[in-house]
Nanobody
Framework: QVQLVQSGGGLVQAGGSLRLSCAASRQTLSSHAMGWFRQAPGKEREFVAA???????TDYADSVKGRFTVARDNAKDTWLQMNNLKPEDTAVYYC????????????????????WGQGTQVTVSS
């Protein structure tokens, strides 16, 4: 499995922005769709966004559509730009790589993803 290393996150006021990064440590992910999930305390992990292995298609949860943007450089790095953050966006965010290469979107189940980042905390204050 590929090791994914996350960076970014932190504390921000409502309406602010944060950018999360996800880097593959040893090999490229150019053939794998990438996803972002989040888990708030006491809640199940939920889908946030995904980007196709080509980078040409994206998918977003309704709760973040229009505020979050997922991007990739098709080699090792994937990003999640989060704008107009709300207190309900507070959660631990995880990046993940699709289990199989060349799979198409939509991919919204955690089981569709095999390698996971370590998670990063995002806290939005009101």
């Amino acid at each position: 499995q590929v090791q994914l290393v996350q960076s970014g996150g932190g504390l921000v006021q409502a309406g602010g922005s944060l950018r999360l990064s996800c880097a593959a440590s040893r090999q490229t992910l150019s053939s794998h769709a990438m996803g972002w999930f989040r888990q708030a305390p006491g809640k199940e992990r939920e889908f946030v966004a995904a980007i196709a292995w080509t980078g040409g298609k994206t998918d977003y949860a309704d709760s973040v559509k229009g505020r979050f943007t997922v991007a990739r450089d098709n080699a090792k790095d994937t990003w999640l730009q989060m704008n107009n953050l709300k207190p309900e966006d507070t959660a631990v965010y995880y990046c993940a790589a699709a289990v199989r290469p060349f799979t198409v979107l939509p991919l919204r189940a955690a089981a569709d993803f095999g390698s996971w980042g370590q998670g990063t905390q995002v806290t939005v204050s009101s």
